[in-house]
């Protein structure tokens, strides 16, 4: 199970630009669509095009059910859309699966008969040994991705009674009223397995050191997560510590893969950009208001983006 997690783990992120131009005025019904989605309470970024509206909602995933967001505004907003950019996803084939099934030893373990002491320096190993301890965990063999992971959902439990991610509720709706869904990429499982298994424990050690952050930080670093998100206290999502280890691990992290999600989200909106109607993004908060990010593209551009402060 968790060498499938690992695998399909692969979710989208975009950064966008384009040549800045005089914003036409929207059409009535663009801001019917602006207004809906912006009820749902997810906090977004209005961009106006010469021929039409981008909306990029900023998405964090496994949002707590008891965060107050409305998802049926962003159902009635997508259903009024005229197309919807989706994150990538891996094409995962018979064949991955098999390869994951005879040689995933090379993802869940670290490389021959190593150990976490070959790796870390005494403060980072003295750290991931009194958690082990605490969790009543040996960590010592195990791969430094998997034990991230592993502190993050079964320690911190942020993805436990959640809610439906934005992208989810815009996909179901986007179906349902036959709304063209673009995705930002689908990616060839193999290349996805192939960059795991080539990427050596030293890539992995920032992810584990974040995750350790996190864990230390606490539980409450979870609804405060959402909290902030949904108050559009984008900063504080950014430095919350959960956030920082999910941005800090694979896929994101990785200098091969990440890179390449990052351009091919800049591909998407800049598509989106010249494209007439209203088009509806649901995006991964790290990546828009990221430094250099979607946003500061944008903004760099000259482009009049309204939402709320992001740096």
Same mark, same amino acid.
């Given at each position: 199970?968790?060498?499938?997690?690992?695998?399909?783990?692969?979710?989208?992120?975009?950064?966008?630009?384009?040549?800045?131009?005089d914003?036409?005025?929207?059409?009535?019904?663009e801001?019917?669509?602006?207004?809906?989605?912006?009820?749902?309470?997810?906090?977004?970024?209005?961009?106006?095009?010469?021929?039409?509206?981008?909306?990029?909602?900023?998405?964090?995933?496994?949002?707590?059910?008891?965060?107050?967001?409305?998802?049926?505004?962003?159902?009635?907003a997508?259903?009024?859309?005229?197309?919807?950019?989706?994150?990538?996803?891996?094409?995962?084939?018979?064949?991955?699966?098999?390869?994951?099934?005879?040689?995933?030893?090379?993802?869940?373990?670290?490389?021959?008969?190593?150990? /976490?002491?070959?790796?870390?320096?005494? =403060?980072?190993l003295?750290?991931? #040994? $009194?958690?082990?301890?605490?969790? %009543? @965990?040996?960590?010592?063999?195990?791969?430094?991705?998997?034990?991230?992971?592993?502190?993050?959902?079964?320690?911190?439990?942020?993805?436990?009674?959640?809610?439906?991610?934005?992208?989810?509720?815009?996909?179901?709706?986007?179906?349902?009223?036959?709304?063209?869904i673009?995705?930002?990429?689908?990616?060839?499982?193999?290349?996805?397995?192939?960059?795991?298994?080539?990427a050596?424990?030293? /890539?992995?050690?920032?992810?584990?050191? =974040?995750?350790?952050?996190?864990? #230390? $930080?606490?539980?409450?670093?979870? %609804? @405060?997560?959402?909290?902030?998100?949904?108050?559009?206290?984008?900063?504080?999502?950014?430095?919350?510590?959960?956030?920082?280890?999910?941005?800090?691990?694979?896929?994101?992290?990785?200098?091969?893969?990440?890179?390449?999600?990052?351009?091919?989200?800049?591909?998407?909106?800049?598509?989106?950009?010249?494209?007439?109607?209203?088009?509806?993004?649901?995006?991964?908060?790290?990546?828009?208001?990221?430094?250099?990010?979607?946003?500061?593209?944008?903004?760099?551009?000259?482009?009049d983006?309204?939402?709320?402060?992001?740096?």
């Amino acid at each position: 199970m968790y060498k499938l997690m690992m695998l399909l783990c692969l979710t989208a992120l975009i950064a966008a630009p384009l040549a800045a131009q005089d914003a036409p005025t929207p059409t009535e019904s663009e801001n019917a669509i602006v207004v809906t989605a912006q009820r749902s309470g997810a906090p977004m970024w209005i961009v106006e095009t010469p021929t039409g509206t981008v909306i990029l909602v900023g998405e964090i995933r496994a949002i707590p059910k008891t965060t107050p967001w409305e998802p049926a505004r962003l159902e009635e907003a997508t259903r009024a859309a005229d197309r919807v950019i989706l994150g990538a996803r891996p094409k995962i084939s018979p064949g991955d699966i098999f390869r994951l099934m005879f040689s995933g030893g090379k993802l869940t373990k670290l490389p021959d008969k190593t150990v /976490a002491s070959d790796y870390l320096d005494a =403060a980072q190993l003295q750290r991931l #040994e $009194a958690l082990a301890a605490a969790h %009543e @965990e040996d960590y010592s063999r195990q791969s430094f991705l998997l034990t991230s992971f592993r502190m993050l959902r079964e320690e911190l439990r942020f993805n436990k009674d959640t809610a439906r991610d934005a992208s989810d509720v815009v996909k179901d709706a986007a179906e349902k009223a036959d709304i063209t869904i673009t995705r930002a990429a689908t990616l060839r499982g193999e290349d996805v397995i192939d960059n795991l298994f080539e990427a050596p424990p030293t /890539a992995h050690i920032p992810c584990l050191v =974040a995750a350790m952050d996190a864990v #230390e $930080a606490g539980p409450g670093i979870v %609804e @405060e997560r959402a909290t902030n998100w949904r108050r559009f206290k984008i900063p504080a999502v950014m430095n919350n510590p959960l956030e920082s280890a999910l941005g800090q691990c694979w896929p994101w992290a990785d200098e091969t893969l990440g890179s390449e999600l990052r351009t091919i989200w800049v591909d998407r909106i800049a598509e989106a950009s010249a494209a007439k109607g209203t088009t509806l993004a649901v995006v991964p908060l790290r990546v828009l208001a990221e430094p250099q990010g979607v946003l500061d593209q944008l903004d760099a551009r000259g482009f009049d983006i309204a939402g709320p402060p992001w740096k």
